[in-house]
C-alpha cells in the first residue's frame, strides 16, 4: 500500500521535466527553431554527455527557458552562446571554440588527408613511361 | 557453491593457460608428449572458463545475494532473462564473458587452421594466449566476480531499469564477438612476424577473421543504436558517446583492414600495411574497453569506478599494444622495391579509401580523448560533441562517398575509367532524381549533397548486381545459384547499397523529422505530417517488478488506421526509478513515435510525437552492411579467380 502511495506520489506530480515542454515553447516559428538549434549544441552540465534539448534535468529546463527569453529580447544566436560560455566556460559548448589548441582539434583531420594523400601520389602512382 | 566452483575453474583456467603460455615460451617445452597434451588444451580453457561463466550465471539464476556481484545487480523480482543477462551486465562479470569469448576464438583458430603451416599456427596461438593469460591474470587478481559478503542482503539492488531490455541484453555480447573476433587477426599478424616460414596466403588467413568481426560488430553497434533510438524518450540514433565512439573506431579500422586485405590477395602488395592494420584494429578494441571501463569517462556504460582497475587495465592495453607495435617494427616484412599502382588501378583507389577512413577515425578517437587531453595539460574544461563530429566528418563523408562507385568499378591493374559514358549518365540521373526532390520545398546544401551521394552509391551498386545477374542468364537463368556463385561481388555491392541507404536515412531524418510537443486530454486529437493522433486512453497496470500507466493513441492517415501506440511510464520498485518508453509505430517511410510525458493538475498530460522519415533505412542499411560481410564470409574462395 505504502508503495502504491508512492507510485500515486511519483507519478502524479510533476518528477520529472522531459525535455522541451508545452509551456516553454515560444509562439514565432522561427525563434523557436533557433531555440532548438542553439539548444542543440549546449551541454547539459549536470548530466552525462547529453545536450540541453533533449535532457530532463532542472538545470537544461532553466538554461531552455532563458535561451527563448534572450531570444526575444533580440539577442543573437551568437550573443546568447558567447554569454553564456562567459558565464560558464567552454564546457558548456559541444563544439570547442576554434582557438588555441583547439584549433589542432580541428585540422588534424584536413592534415593528415593532405598528408595521406600527397604520400599516395608521390610514392604510390607510377609513371607512365616507367611502365 | 556456484561461486566457488566458478572461482577454482576460473584460476584453474589461469594455470592452464600460463602453463601453454611456459611451454610455447621455452624451447625444450617442445617434445611431441607435450604437444599431444596440449592440443587439447585450447578446448579445455575454453570449457574452464565457460563453467566458470555459467557458475556465475547460476548465482544469478537463483539470486544468490551471498555474492557481491548480484547482490549489486539483481533482484528476485526480475524476469528470469534479465537475471541472466545481469550476469554480464556489469563489470566484472562482462570481463568473465570477455575472456571466455577470447578462449572461444582460441579454439575456433585452433580448429579452423588445420592446413596452415605449423609454425605460424603455433605462435599465433602463443600470442593469443598471452592474451588471455594477461585478461584472467585481471580477472582473478583484481576484478573478482565471484566476491562473497559476509552479511549477504535479504534483496538485490536490482539492475538500471533502462538497461533491462532484450535488445540491450544481446548488445554487449554480439559486441564482444566482434572486439574480440580481432584478436584473431592481431594473432595472426604477430604470429607471421615471428615465424621464419613466411610462405603462407596471409589475405586469406586473415580474411574471415576479419570479415567475421566486422559482421558482430555492426550488429552489435545495431543493436545498441536501435536501442537508444526506443529507450532513450527522443528517438536519437546516434549520439556521439564516447562509449558509442569506442565501437566505432575497430569497426572503421575493420572496414579499412577488409579493403586493404582485397589488394593483398588479388595483387600481393602492402604486406605490412595489413599486418599494421590488424594490430591496430585489435589495439583499438582494447583502448574502447579502456574507455568503457576505466571509469575515465561517465557514461551509461561505465560501470567500474574504481581507479586501480583503470590503472590495471591501461597497464594490460600498453603491453599488448607495446608489444603488438614492437614486434611490428623490429620484424616488418622488409620490401625491396617500392610498390607502384596505375593512377586508375582498384589498388590505389582502394588506398585512398584507406586513407579517409584512417582520417576519419583519427578524427573520432581525437575527439573522444580530447577532453582528457585538455584537462590534463591545461586544466581546462571542453566539450566534445554532436556539432564538432558533423563538422569536421562530413567533408570526408562527402568524398567517401563520391569516390565509392568509382572505385567499386575500377579493375584490378586497370589503367584507365572504361565506363565514363555509364558514370556520367549515373551523374545526370543521380541529379535529376534529387532535383525532385525540391518540388516538396527547398532543401539545404548539405540534405541535396547527402540525398545526391546516397543515390549514387545505392543505383551504382544497384546496377552492379543487376549487370552481373544478366551476364549470366547466358547460360540459362538460375537467380539463386547466380547469387551463389557470386558472393562476393553480390555481398560487396549489398554492403555498399547499405552505406548509400543509411546515408538516405541519416540525411532525411535530421533534414524532414517533425516533432510537436503538447498538452492533451482523453478524446482529443491533433495532426502532424499527415497523421491524425487521437489520444484515447489512459490505464494504469502492475507488473512483477515495476508499476505503469499505459496510454492508448489512435494514429490515422486519411480515414485510414495506421496502428494503435501505447507509451508508458514505468515505476521501478526495487530502484525507485522512472522510466518512460516510447511507442513507436514503424513504417517503411516514416515512424510515429509518441512519448507520455507528465500528467498536469487536472486531466491533461504531455504527449510528445515525433515524425521520423525514412529512419527504416538506416537500419535496413546497417543490416545490409552486416549481410553483405556474411556473404564474402561464406564464399567459396576457389571461385574468385574466375570472377571480376
Known amino acids: ?131 | 557453491m556456484e561461486a566457488e566452483l566458478g572461482h577454482f575453474f576460473c584460476i584453474s583456467a589461469l594455470c592452464l593457460s600460463l602453463l601453454l603460455f611456459l611451454r610455447h615460451s621455452i624451447p625444450g617445452f617442445t617434445g611431441t608428449y607435450f604437444e599431444d597434451v596440449t592440443k587439447f588444451m585450447p578446448s579445455l580453457i575454453f570449457i574452464f572458463i565457460g563453467i566458470s561463466f555459467f557458475s556465475l550465471s547460476l548465482t544469478f539464476v537463483n539470486s544468490d545475494f551471498s555474492v557481491k556481484l548480484v547482490a549489486n545487480n539483481s533482484h528476485t523480482l526480475k524476469p528470469l532473462i534479465y537475471k541472466v543477462s545481469g550476469a554480464w551486465g556489469n563489470h566484472e562479470g562482462s570481463m568473465l564473458l570477455w575472456v571466455w569469448i577470447l578462449a572461444l576464438y582460441l579454439l575456433l583458430f585452433q580448429v579452423f587452421s588445420k592446413k596452415l603451416p605449423s609454425e605460424l599456427v603455433n605462435k599465433t596461438i602463443f600470442i593469443q594466449l598471452s592474451v588471455i593469460s594477461l585478461f584472467l591474470l585481471y580477472l582473478v587478481l583484481v576484478s573478482n566476480p565471484f566476491e562473497r559478503l559476509d552479511n549477504p542482503p535479504a534483496e538485490g539492488e536490482g539492475l538500471n531499469p533502462i538497461l533491462q531490455d532484450i535488445l540491450l541484453a544481446f548488445h554487449p555480447p554480439t559486441l564482444y564477438l566482434g572486439y574480440l573476433g580481432l584478436s584473431i587477426p592481431f594473432s595472426i599478424a604477430l604470429g607471421f612476424l615471428l615465424s621464419n616460414d613466411k610462405n603462407v596466403d596471409l589475405a586469406k588467413v586473415i580474411r574471415s577473421w576479419a570479415l567475421l568481426s566486422f559482421f558482430f560488430l555492426s550488429v552489435g553497434i545495431l543493436l545498441g543504436s536501435i536501442w537508444a533510438y526506443y529507450e532513450l524518450g527522443w528517438g536519437g540514433w546516434w549520439f556521439w558517446d564516447p562509449v558509442e565512439n569506442a565501437s566505432l573506431l575497430p569497426w572503421l579500422l575493420t572496414l579499412a583492414l577488409i579493403h586493404s586485405l582485397l589488394v593483398l590477395e588479388r595483387r600481393g602488395h602492402l604486406i605490412s600495411w595489413v599486418l599494421l592494420l590488424s594490430i591496430m584494429a585489435f589495439s583499438f578494441s582494447l583502448i574502447g574497453t579502456f574507455i568503457v571501463r576505466s571509469g575515465l569517462l561517465t557514461s551509461v556504460h561505465a560501470f567500474a569506478n574504481d581507479p586501480s582497475r583503470g590503472l590495471f587495465i591501461l597497464l594490460l592495453i600498453f603491453l599488448a599494444i607495446g608489444l603488438g607495435l614492437s614486434i611490428f617494427m623490429v620484424r616488418k616484412p622488409i620490401v625491396l622495391n617500392q610498390t607502384k599502382f596505375n593512377l586508375f588501378s582498384k589498388e590505389f583507389w582502394i588506398l585512398l579509401n584507406n586513407v579517409i577512413l584512417l582520417v576519419i577515425t583519427s578524427i573520432v578517437f581525437l575527439g573522444t580523448i580530447w577532453p582528457f587531453l585538455v584537462e590534463a595539460f591545461s586544466g581546462d574544461q571542453v566539450s566534445v560533441g554532436k556539432p564538432f563530429y558533423d563538422l569536421s566528418l562530413t567533408p570526408f563523408v562527402i568524398i567517401f562517398a563520391f569516390l565509392l562507385p568509382i572505385a567499386s568499378s575500377l579493375k584490378w591493374n586497370g589503367k584507365k575509367v572504361s565506363n565514363l559514358p555509364y558514370f556520367i549518365s549515373l551523374f545526370v540521373i543521380c541529379l535529376i532524381c534529387t532535383l525532385t526532390f525540391l518540388l516538396w520545398g527547398s532543401i539545404s546544401l548539405l540534405t541535396f549533397l547527402g540525398i545526391f551521394l546516397s543515390l549514387w552509391v545505392v543505383l551504382s551498386s544497384v546496377w552492379e548486381i543487376c549487370k552481373l545477374l544478366s551476364k549470366r542468364t547466358r547460360e540459362g537463368f538460375d537467380f539463386f545459384k547466380t547469387v551463389k556463385m557470386n558472393r562476393i561481388l553480390v555481398g560487396k555491392s549489398l554492403a555498399h547499397a547499405g552505406f548509400g541507404a543509411l546515408m538516405f536515412g541519416a540525411t532525411a531524418v535530421s533534414t524532414w523529422e517533425t516533432e510537436d510537443v503538447r498538452y492533451m486530454k482523453i478524446g482529443e486529437e491533433f495532426k502532424i505530417s499527415g497523421y491524425t493522433i487521437l489520444f484515447k486512453e489512459i490505464e494504469f497496470q502492475s507488473q512483477s517488478n515495476f508499476k505503469k500507466v499505459v496510454g492508448e493513441f489512435n494514429i490515422t492517415k486519411g480515414n485510414r488506421l495506421v496502428g494503435n501506440l501505447y507509451p508508458e511510464k514505468r515505476f521501478y520498485i526495487s530502484r525507485q526509478e522512472v522510466t518512460t518508453e516510447a511507442s513507436i509505430k514503424p513504417n517503411f517511410f516514416d515512424d510515429v513515435y509518441i512519448v507520455l510525458g507528465n500528467k498536469l493538475n487536472s486531466d491533461e498530460w504531455v504527449v510528445r510525437v515525433y515524425v521520423k522519415p525514412f529512419i527504416s533505412f538506416i537500419w535496413l542499411g546497417v543490416i545490409l552492411i552486416s549481410l553483405g560481410s556474411i556473404m564474402n564470409l561464406t564464399s567459396n574462395r576457389g571461385k574468385l579467380k574466375h570472377a571480376n
Open chain 1, 1 to 131: 500500500m505504502k508503495i502504491f502511495f508512492l507510485l500515486l506520489f511519483v507519478i502524479f506530480t510533476n518528477f520529472e521535466a522531459f525535455a522541451v515542454e508545452p509551456n516553454e515553447k515560444l509562439d514565432n516559428e522561427g525563434l523557436e527553431r533557433r531555440a532548438r538549434l542553439i539548444s542543440s549544441e549546449l551541454r547539459c552540465l549536470v548530466c552525462q554527455n547529453e545536450n540541453i534539448d533533449s535532457s530532463s534535468s532542472e538545470f537544461a529546463t532553466d538554461l531552455r527557458i532563458f535561451v527563448r527569453k534572450k531570444l526575444q529580447e533580440g539577442l543573437t544566436d551568437s550573443e546568447i552562446k558567447s554569454y553564456l560560455v562567459s558565464k560558464y566556460g567552454d564546457f558548456i559548448i559541444l563544439r570547442p571554440p576554434f582557438k588555441e589548441y583547439n584549433i589542432i582539434l580541428y585540422l588534424i583531420g584536413p592534415l593528415l588527408f593532405i598528408i595521406g594523400v600527397l604520400t599516395l601520389f608521390l610514392l604510390f602512382v607510377s609513371k607512365k613511361r616507367g611502365n
